[in-house]
């Protein structure tokens, strides 16, 4: 199986970084301590070349700094829709796959800053729009806050997979997604809708009549539909679904598909669908658990093909992920 | 049966024009909009003893190539020092022609497309990976991914990426795939111990240069003028892939080429001090674009093989060109990728791979820079049919021949004539 390596943040404004300064870049091999060239994902810049232009020093990180919240809609008791005013730069930097940011409360230290996935963006108002579900400490100060927040980004690990959305064009995409989790898939759906893509989202209802990313995803276009898709008794997928896909599937020529649930959800879907077809390429929202964004803290590392990654950086293939986990390739 | 070339230059076109000639379906894989890679910037051919390699390799049936260099040609039997009766092609014209011969012949190209990886397993690779995460699988593989660059390699070694024609910022840098498939690279050295040597010329943009040089260019192949002596820098030859233009009359001497473009057969030389020179007023480069300061560097990236051209270690990977050894020039590539080539289809129908003879220079250079290579010594050597020290050994054992018409019954005698446009399938 293909094993691609690629760091969502090589060759942007922030590259090279800490891991490149101390040898331990995720692409270059001259910056792994070797003595050659062994470049296995190019996106246009030699990172090697960047540090020793740079002074063999990483790249200024990213920052907190305030912004004002423009509203926060209340839509349940622990969701909450926030519109925050921000930098045109950094509009324009979230506009893309997978973009979120790490937010906390003014007063509260570093350590309470929590990701949070960008649902959608707006150029003319230079706004942005996340949906956040109150989890534990971190959320509940969150939810709490009503004037400013601070925002430190843009990141952009929040999906995985995302080779396999690029480049798409005047093709179809389906987006499976519960619960916050789907809410990528909306800034997903409004990239793809640039080149012409249509896009099939299928949201499970979870405790409400329907997800709360609904009317965004019809706002650009997508033939959205509410159903149970999860039948979280018997932990399998619900015959209403199983109907639904495989009328979609042996319709439409769907070569990617985004699944935006938790990891359960993921790995349901992963390995159905796979079973069904083999061909179709997953993209999936990235649910690791994320400290510091950097890949230096190593709260995100998980293990695959017996090699650690820092999942807040490094991409990965979702089968790969999903698959091999359930022993089921 | 699908043989895989993966490298567009010299070799690979060979690699693939012979598989395609054995009666293999054939599909090349190359990083870049265009073929020939260096070939694109060179233009030397049949100066010294690279005119009996190409009269032998004709002999033997690998003549398409040169058919076509032949049109291509600017310059017939010219002299520069150290060489004599050398052919200039013309390097704003060749790509194309090889191009269309190419897909004439029922050859697949891919262009822009970067290969990255393969899938081996015991010994046997099933398919390579191209950077979007596509694989492309054959019955044999054959790897002419050279051995030049990438822009980490000549920050490393060298004096920075240089914006050669090899564009690896553009297309993405080289991917050794023989090493990925677990076979480690070898890296030639310099005389000063580090790693790798440097391209050793560039290219003038003909039209920047005084009308007059344009003219004796245009009439005579070569232009001759001196290096003011404070510019003389020898120790630039050490450095030089070419070690049969190292010569002390290169260090002395700007020598121009007519190759479409003027070559100016040094790896560098600050723009600053070259526009000093009379005629020289409105010069700039044209190859590699930053030709003032740097060039690039190659040889970190040669596979271990045997004289059949199969990689060491892999059942199913032949190499041609740089990729195969510290090998130097157009014709080098043409030899070892025909070879290359006939024996990838030959492998796979199960017949025995076959070496050239020794008795030809075709066959005793692949042998001689095998042998060659297994001390450090060896790994600071180039093989050319050119010049240094394998011209040396070619004159001493007779293998220098500029008859024509010797050489045919040489390989007539030898009873390998037209082997190479033998169909195997």
């Avoid at chain 1, 008794?233 to 896909?245: P, V």
């Avoid at chain 2, 045997?306 to 060491?312: A, E, R």
Wanted: proline share 2%; aromatic share 10%.
């Amino acid at each position: 199986m293909y094993r691609f390596v690629e760091c969502i943040d090589a060759g942007s404004d922030f590259c090279p970084c800490h891991l490149a300064e101390k040898g331990e870049c995720i692409i270059c091999s001259q910056l792994q301590n070797k003595i050659f060239c062994d470049c296995l994902y190019w996106k246009g810049t030699c990172i090697y070349q960047e540090l020793i232009n740079n002074g063999n020093k990483a790249k200024k990180n990213r920052e907190y700094k305030k912004y004002n919240i423009v509203s926060v809609k209340k839509i349940r008791d622990d969701l909450y829709l926030f519109e925050v005013k921000v930098t045109n730069y950094l509009v324009r930097e979230l506009d893309n796959f997978g973009a979120f940011v790490f937010i906390k409360k003014p007063q509260n230290p570093d350590y309470f800053g929590t990701p949070i996935s960008i649902m959608d963006v707006d150029y003319e108002k230079s706004t942005i729009t996340m949906l956040i579900k109150v989890h534990g400490v971190k959320t509940k100060d969150i939810a709490e806050c009503s004037e400013n927040i601070m925002i430190k980004g843009p990141y952009w690990n929040g999906i995985q997979g995302q080779r396999f959305l690029r480049n798409l064009k005047n093709t179809n995409v389906l987006i499976l997604g519960r619960g916050v989790a789907a809410s990528p898939g909306v800034l997903a759906t409004r990239r793809l809708k640039l080149y012409d893509n249509n896009i099939f989202a299928l949201l499970d209802k979870g405790r409400s009549q329907e997800n709360a990313c609904t009317s965004y995803y019809k706002k650009y276009g997508a033939n959205v539909e509410n159903l149970n898709i999860v039948n979280y008794k018997t932990n399998y997928l619900t015959d209403d679904f199983i109907d639904k896909i495989d009328k979609i599937l042996s319709s439409n020529k769907i070569p990617v598909i985004l699944v935006a649930g938790d990891d359960d959800f993921n790995r349901l879907l992963i390995n159905y669908i796979y079973k069904l077809n083999n061909k179709i390429y997953f993209a999936s929202v990235n649910n690791h658990i994320m400290c510091c964004g950097e890949g230096v803290c190593g709260s995100c590392q998980i293990k695959l093909s017996e090699k650690y990654i820092r999942s807040c950086k490094q991409q990965y293939n979702p089968i790969e992920y999903y698959l091999m986990e359930d022993g089921n390739k | 049966m699908r043989v895989v070339v993966v490298g567009g230059g010299w070799a690979g076109c060979a690699a693939a024009l012979q598989a395609k000639k054995c009666g293999a379906d054939v599909i090349l894989i190359e990083r870049t909009d265009m073929l020939l890679g260096l070939g694109n910037v060179g233009g030397i051919m049949r100066n010294n003893g690279r005119f009996t390699a190409a009269e032998e390799l004709i002999a033997l049936g690998a003549d398409d190539l040169f058919k076509i260099i032949e049109r291509c040609t600017r310059h017939k039997n010219i002299d520069f020092p150290g060489h004599k009766h050398a052919d200039l092609y013309d390097v704003t014209i060749i790509e194309a022609n090889i191009r269309r011969y190419l897909l004439s012949s029922g050859i697949e190209i891919k262009f822009e497309t970067r290969a990255v990886d393969v899938d081996v397993e015991k010994n046997h690779i099933n398919a390579i990976y191209l950077q979007d995460g596509q694989s492309i699988e054959g019955d044999v593989y054959i790897e002419t991914t050279g051995s030049t660059g990438p822009m980490g390699n000549c920050i490393r070694y060298g004096k920075g990426c240089s914006m050669c024609i090899l564009r690896c910022p553009a297309y993405g840098p080289r991917v050794s795939l023989s090493q990925r498939a677990g076979v480690e690279d070898i890296l030639a050295m310099r005389d000063d111990g580090i790693f790798g040597a440097m391209s050793g010329s560039c290219k003038l943009d003909k039209n920047s240069l005084s009308e007059e040089i344009r003219s004796e260019l245009d009439a005579k192949g070569v232009y001759i003028t001196d290096v003011p002596k404070e510019d003389i820098h020898p120790e630039k030859l050490k450095m030089k892939v070419c070690q049969q233009y190292a010569l002390k009359e290169f260090a002395e001497k700007v020598i121009l080429l007519d190759t479409g473009h003027a070559k100016l057969m040094t790896s560098y030389y600050p723009l600053e001090n070259l526009r000093k020179l009379k005629g020289f007023e409105n010069v700039r480069f044209i190859d590699p674009y930053a030709g003032g300061r740097a060039n690039s560097i190659r040889y970190l990236s040669m596979a271990p093989r045997d004289n059949t051209m199969k990689v060491v270690g892999l059942d199913n990977l032949f190499v041609g060109g740089e990729k195969s050894g510290l090998f130097v020039g157009h014709t080098e590539a043409i030899v070892t990728g025909t070879l290359a080539g006939y024996n990838a289809v030959r492998s796979v129908l199960g017949l025995k791979c076959i070496e050239l003879p020794s008795s030809l220079a075709v066959g005793d250079i692949i042998k001689y820079e095998n042998e060659g290579k297994k001390n450090k010594k060896g790994l600071t050597k180039r093989y050319t049919f050119a010049g240094s020290e394998y011209f040396e050994r070619m004159k001493s054992l007779g293998l220098y021949i500029t008859d024509v018409e010797e050489i045919k019954q040489k390989v007539s005698k030898l009873m390998i004539d037209g082997i190479f446009k033998e169909k195997l399938i």
